[in-house]
């Protein structure tokens, strides 16, 4: 499996490009900002992509879609409770950000979903407390945590859609059970593995 991470945007959001070796397939995972850089890295990757995957609706994971779903001319997916992008656009106006709005997306996810795209299965865990519709996205031994879990930290839950009490409940229940050796690919941040989480998170150890 192919992972390309490229750090976009003023909030140094990674976006992923992931891609399955035999078919030169892939799909993109939250292209946050800067167009221009992630369209670059497809092609350097000589992939054809097949789907847009967004972990949560917030603006610094969606400030690009518009452009890179224009130009790759695919499907947009996202869990059915963020699947109303204005909800989240006024947080990037607070801070003097602005992103064209994208169409409404292509496909609605939810708990349980499995996805076979590109020549790989991802499953789809509905992980809220972020946001109310935020997921994880799971595949043989990786896991793309978006703003749920991060080395050594956890996705604030002050914002709104977000409930600290879900966000601890989903992190327990859907990705502390995962196999220690799990890599959990963030949606800010390095690279880290469920077992240094489960050991050595301060914001777990309770």
């Known amino acids: 499996m192919i992972i390309e991470k490229v750090v976009v945007g003023p909030f140094a959001t990674n976006c992923y490009i992931v891609g399955d070796e035999s078919s030169k397939e892939g799909i993109i995972i939250d292209p946050g900002d800067e167009a221009k850089k992630i369209l670059e890295k497809v092609n350097e990757l000589g992939l054809d992509i097949k789907l847009i995957l967004l972990t949560h609706g917030h ?31 006024s947080a990037g106006l607070v801070l003097g950000l602005f992103y064209p709005k994208p169409s409404a997306p292509d496909r609605l996810l939810k708990d349980g979903d499995t996805l076979d795209i590109a020549g790989m299965r991802f499953d789809v865990l509905h992980t809220p407390g972020h946001t109310a519709g935020g997921i994880c996205l799971l595949r043989d031994g990786v896991v793309f945590s978006g703003d749920t879990l991060f080395n050594h930290s956890i996705g604030r839950s002050d914002l709104p859609g977000g409930n600290h009490s879900h966000l601890m409940e989903s992190i327990h229940s859907k990705l502390l059970v995962l196999d220690d050796n799990t890599t959990v690919y963030p949606g800010h941040g390095d690279k880290t593995t469920i077992a240094a989480e489960r050991n050595g998170n301060p914001f777990l150890s309770s």
């Not at 790759?72 to 109303?84: F, G, K, M, P, S």
């Open 59 to 89: 603006i610094d994971h969606a400030g690009a879609l518009k452009e890179v779903k224009e130009a790759l001319n695919v499907d947009v997916a996202i869990h059915i409770d963020d699947a109303n992008f204005e909800l989240y656009q």
